[in-house]
């Protein structure tokens, strides 16, 4: 089955009972148990629920995992898998990653006795030379944010596989659509469905794709023990839209495309970040391993702070706002935004200054989001 018919069909989305096209939403608690100890399949939705469960079974086939689960929030779904380590492991982790994965494991995980490295994973010696007798975990954003990097996922897991480490990588950015991480060997995939794989900003929720029976069984143990569980409703919220995923996913990346154009070609921009451009450093690793570049675009300015601040305050299509994968197009300036609990030190080595702007490019019209580029750049 073809990416664009399993965005509509994985699952057993029918509903059996009355032949429902939209799956039910279980708004329940608790199941009735038929006799002691004997279920229909369910008996507390923290454990399972049957509309999770086709998100669920969903999410694993786009990705092409052993199973899925899904979670509150993105960073419940990382959460969770970072228990999967124990005190005195260490994490070797891309450094340009999100905010709030680097929040998490810098202040968060390192007081249960897990520390972490932080660098550019864009060369097999670096990693290897990371690499201590503790280490178990290699985390990787690609596409990152927000500077769009590529790392080289298959060069990645062939190192991870010589030091028997485990592979984690964020697919939010790319989605299964543009992206499969599990084909090219990665071990555990983590989403926020909060963005593209929803799609209409109207949920937060996360989700997880393991690879063995090992990792599903404690993925499974620790969503249930932790109660990190996303809501039923919620689950349905992005079950439909997964349905037109790869829809929306295309015209993203045609407008994202168009923008990532108009500004490398604008005077009052430094640098623009966008794997779609022949210029993009990662640009050719990512045609190997992607099939699209996706809707996000950064850029710097020449005038720093002061001229991202201004072009904020004038757009008017854009909104000024957090988060990303919606039909609206939005703007964020990260270093005040969604990477302010990084250090200024740590943001600044790794080219992520007060005058990068991000954006999230919308399903508008084209050229009224270039129209609207055009007179706040102006």
């Known amino acids: 089955m073809r990416s664009e018919t399993m965005n509509i069909?994985?699952?057993?989305r029918m509903d059996r009972a009355y032949g429902a096209i939209s799956p039910p939403v279980y708004m329940t608690s608790t199941f009735a148990f038929d006799d002691i100890g004997k279920t229909k399949g369910y008996d507390y939705s923290r454990t399972s629920n049957p509309t999770r469960k086709i998100l669920e079974d969903t999410m694993a086939q786009l990705e092409g995992g052993k199973a899925g689960f899904a979670f509150a929030t993105g960073m419940a779904a990382e959460t969770t898998v970072l228990h999967l380590l124990k005190t005195g492991d260490h994490v070797i982790c891309g450094d340009d990653v999100y905010g709030g994965t680097y929040r998490l494991l810098e202040n968060v995980m390192r007081h249960f006795g897990i520390e972490t490295t932080f660098l550019r994973l864009d060369n097999r010696r670096k990693i290897e030379e990371a690499i201590r007798p503790n280490t178990r975990m290699l985390w990787l954003e690609t596409p990152s944010n927000p500077l769009l990097n590529i790392t080289d996922i298959e060069m990645t897991v062939d190192v991870a596989k010589k030091h028997k480490l485990?592979?984690?990588?964020?697919?939010?950015?790319?989605?299964?659509?543009?992206?499969?991480?599990?084909?090219?060997?990665?071990?555990?995939?983590?989403?926020?469905?909060t963005k593209y794989l929803n799609g209409h900003c109207d949920v937060v929720g996360g989700a997880v794709i393991t690879t063995t029976k090992e990792l599903t069984e404690r993925v499974q143990y620790l969503l249930n023990a932790m109660g990190t569980c996303a809501s039923p409703f919620d689950c349905w919220l992005v079950l439909r839209g997964i349905e037109t995923l790869h829809l929306r996913m295309n015209h993203h990346e045609h407008n994202a495309?168009?923008?990532?154009?108009y500004l490398s070609r604008n005077p009052a921009v430094k640098k623009v970040y966008y794997p779609g451009?022949?210029?993009?450093?990662?640009?050719?690793?990512?045609?190997?391993?992607?099939?699209?570049?996706?809707g996000m675009v950064s850029?710097?300015?020449?005038?720093?702070?002061e001229a991202a601040y201004s072009f904020l305050r004038k757009?008017?299509?854009?909104?000024?706002?957090?988060?990303?994968?919606?039909p609206t197009s939005l703007a964020s300036h990260p270093a005040t935004m969604t990477h302010a609990s990084m250090p200024k030190e740590?943001?600044?080595?790794?080219?992520i200054t007060?005058?990068?702007?991000?954006?999230?490019?919308?399903?508008?019209?084209?050229?009224?989001?270039?129209?609207?580029?055009?007179?706040?750049?102006?």
């Open 166 to 193: 485990l592979t984690v990588i964020d697919n939010t950015f790319a989605t299964p659509y543009f992206q499969r991480p599990i084909d090219l060997g990665v071990d555990l995939v983590v989403h926020s469905t």
């Open 354 to 378: 007060d005058g990068l702007v991000r954006l999230s490019v919308g399903l508008e019209n084209t050229e009224d989001i270039l129209d609207d580029l055009r007179q706040a750049l102006g």
């Open 299 to 305: 850029f710097e300015l020449k005038g720093g702070q």
């Open 257 to 261: 495309f168009a923008v990532a154009e």
């Open 315 to 326: 757009i008017t299509l854009f909104i000024l706002a957090e988060s990303l994968g919606g």
């Open 346 to 351: 740590h943001r600044e080595k790794c080219c």
């Open 9 to 12: 069909h994985a699952g057993e």
């Open 277 to 294: 451009l022949a210029s993009h450093s990662g640009h050719e690793i990512a045609r190997r391993q992607m099939k699209g570049f996706g």
